[in-house]
């Protein structure tokens, strides 16, 4: 009994980190349904997590959000994803740190992002003018 509740409990972790990076992305659930080439009603249940994901439609959505199919497995209630550290630098490496950290975050949330990258670029150009 506890194996089926776990793998229920799994399921749904997994729905809700498909439905946030699906909504990060703005898409909808008939685009995302699309790419993966499932039905709307079957990519509902896979996010509300009434039917589990196979790890062909896994490896669809790692492949589609650009993200490691590991990312799909962590507890959105648990904080948020973490950032891997690794020996990669470069803008490309800091931009997925970046996506991975904004994928949990409301629109609120997002927002308040948006308007505070604006303000750095708003003084960044600042102090090159005045440099």
Do not use: W, Y
Not at 20 to 29: S, V
Not at 36 to 51: A, D, N, P, Q
């Amino acid at each position: 009994m506890t194996k089926v509740v776990e793998k229920a409990r799994l399921d749904e972790v997994i729905g809700k980190n498909i439905r946030l990076e699906r909504e990060a992305r703005r898409l909808t659930r008939d685009e995302l349904a699309e790419m993966m080439e499932l039905t709307t009603s079957h990519m509902g249940l896979i996010e509300r997590g009434e039917r589990g994901a196979t790890a062909v439609t896994l490896s669809k959505v790692s492949r589609a959000f650009d993200i490691p199919v590991d990312h799909l497995f962590s507890n959105p209630q648990s904080g948020g994803l973490t950032i891997r550290e690794d020996d990669s630098n470069g803008p490309q490496s800091t931009r997925k740190k970046v996506q991975s950290l904004i994928t949990c975050l409301n629109e609120s949330e997002l927002n308040l992002v948006v308007h505070t990258i604006k303000g750095i670029i708003a003084m960044s150009n600042s102090i090159e003018v005045n440099s």
